[in-house]
């Protein structure tokens, strides 16, 4: 059985939710693959749902490439990514999309005295630390907006994604809307062509490797940050302003959304407009077939979903550091579900 989060911190694992059986009920397995953004979340509320309804979910933790090849070969009964797919993609596959829940992605750091938030950095800096243009803590651009910090001359090690990643598309597409130099000479994706670094599977494998390797930075959502206890910078948004990576700031940013104009749910949350918004946010996004080959489990799923809508899933969301979608969004997905019909064309729910 996985729990919680002590079991992120091995790059290679491949992490099935797997429950026991439940005597009241009949209990069937529905899978899901992909996001490793979402686990720490997605686990938490499998085992609610298992203890609840005798149901189990067994979810791989794989990164969103994976996530949405594995759906579109409809060997899983759902798909989750961090990087929303567009309507002709959707449509190309017969697949729906919503979001699930929104969390944020920071910079980890590995530097010897430096606590939480102590170290300010800008989306140019970070984008010039990635490009392998700035290579040590105490360069002057770093140096000049942390004054009072005794940063190090040791070298910077850049740390990335292996796998297919959606947090490597939200990373990137914030890099991408920042630094006109990372736009034109790498761009955004799940997965790009990096110019330094060293690379780690999945989020896990990236925190793992901040961990070992002393003058390292890498991103990673929030989660395993906070329960791996890593240091982690402070960031400059679009306003100009610095804030830390706290609750506060991941629901400014996610109250910035507009989903009611985001035609199938495609949205991105990075460099929110707003004075306290954290600017490296995003949500995950979950992928159904339209006409699921096993309507059974994907009704299953569906449930497994509205549980996790429900207060007691926001609450467990809230308390592993992401942010629940609003009541109004959560409408707008169950509208969405309609489109997700048996062969008969009979709505699952």
């Not at 720490?40 to 090849?69: C, D, F, M």
């Not at 980890?108 to 606590?115: C, D, E, F």
Request: glycine content about 8%; proline content about 5%.
């Amino acid at each position: 059985m996985c729990r919680g989060l002590n079991k992120i911190l091995y790059p290679a694992l491949l992490c099935s939710i797997a429950f026991g059986s439940f005597s009241k009920v009949q209990a069937t397995d529905i899978t899901g693959a992909g996001s490793s953004f979402v686990y720490p979340i997605l686990s938490k509320w499998a085992e609610t749902y298992r203890k609840e309804s005798g149901h189990n979910v067994n979810y791989q933790s794989i990164g969103s490439g994976g996530g949405i090849k594995q759906i579109q070969s409809q060997t899983v009964d759902f798909g989750a990514t961090d990087k929303p797919l567009s309507r002709a993609e959707l449509d190309k596959d017969g697949l729906v999309q919503f979001p699930i829940v929104n969390g944020s992605v920071v910079p980890v750091i590995n530097i010897q005295g430096i606590k939480p938030g102590e170290l300010q950095l800008t989306g140019d800096i970070l984008a010039e630390i990635y490009l392998g243009h700035i290579k040590t803590w105490n360069a002057k651009a770093i140096s000049e907006i942390n004054k009072g910090l005794k940063l190090p001359a040791e070298p910077i090690t850049v740390v990335h994604r292996a796998d297919s990643s959606g947090t490597t598309f939200i990373w990137s597409n914030y890099l991408s809307k920042v630094s006109e130099s990372w736009k034109t000479k790498v761009g955004e994706g799940t997965a790009i062509s990096w110019p330094v670094g060293i690379a780690g599977k999945g989020n896990e494998g990236v925190a793992a490797y901040v961990q070992k390797v002393k003058g390292s930075i890498g991103y990673v959502e929030y989660a395993y940050a906070k329960q791996s206890n890593m240091s982690y910078a402070s960031m400059q948004n679009s306003a100009g302003k610095f804030v830390k990576a706290d609750m506060s700031s991941f629901t400014a940013a996610a109250s910035s959304a507009q989903w009611e104009k985001a035609e199938s749910f495609n949205l991105v949350l990075t460099n929110a407009p707003g004075e306290s918004s954290w600017p490296i946010a995003g949500s995950t996004f979950i992928l159904m077939h339209k006409n699921p080959v096993h309507p059974e489990r994907a009704k299953i799923a569906l449930s497994f979903f509205r549980s996790a809508f429900s207060k007691k899933g926001a609450d467990a969301a809230t308390n592993l550091h992401y942010v629940p979608l609003p009541d109004n969004v959560v409408k707008m997905v169950e509208t969405a579900w309609l489109d997700i019909k048996t062969q008969n064309g009979k709505p699952l729910l």
